[in-house]
């Protein structure tokens, strides 16, 4: 877990709190169950064409198709800058 001075560095990507739940995927709190391993991140809900924004300032350093029988998914790999050197960001994303 991350101590608590580290966890106001970020932000929700989404503009808001709402995160995902438990669904057939799982669920979207960090540290909840996916199979055999813990989930170490934490997933947010957004409206089809809602904005997204990165959780810490920095630039993009890789495009992934995570999930190779689902190639809507994207993931963006972000690296941080500044205060944020160090970190880095995976967003998840649907293509529709």
């Known amino acids: 877990m991350m101590p608590t001075s580290e966890s106001t ?3 929700s990507p989404t503009g ?3 995160m995902r739940g ?3 995927f799982g669920q979207g709190r960090f540290a909840g169950p996916r199979g055999l391993r813990l989930h ?3 997933d947010f809900n957004v409206e089809a064409g809602g904005d997204v924004y990165s959780p810490i300032f920095g630039k993009i350093v890789r495009v992934a198709v995570p999930y190779k029988s689902d190639d809507r998914f ?6 941080g800058v500044g205060r944020y050197a ?3 960001a995976k967003l998840f994303i649907l293509i529709r």
């Open 9 to 11: 560095l970020f932000c």
């Open 16 to 18: 808001s709190n709402a």
């Open 22 to 24: 438990s669904d057939s």
């Open 40 to 42: 170490n991140g934490v």
């Open 74 to 79: 994207r993931e963006l790999v972000i690296e």
């Open 86 to 88: 160090g970190y880095s």
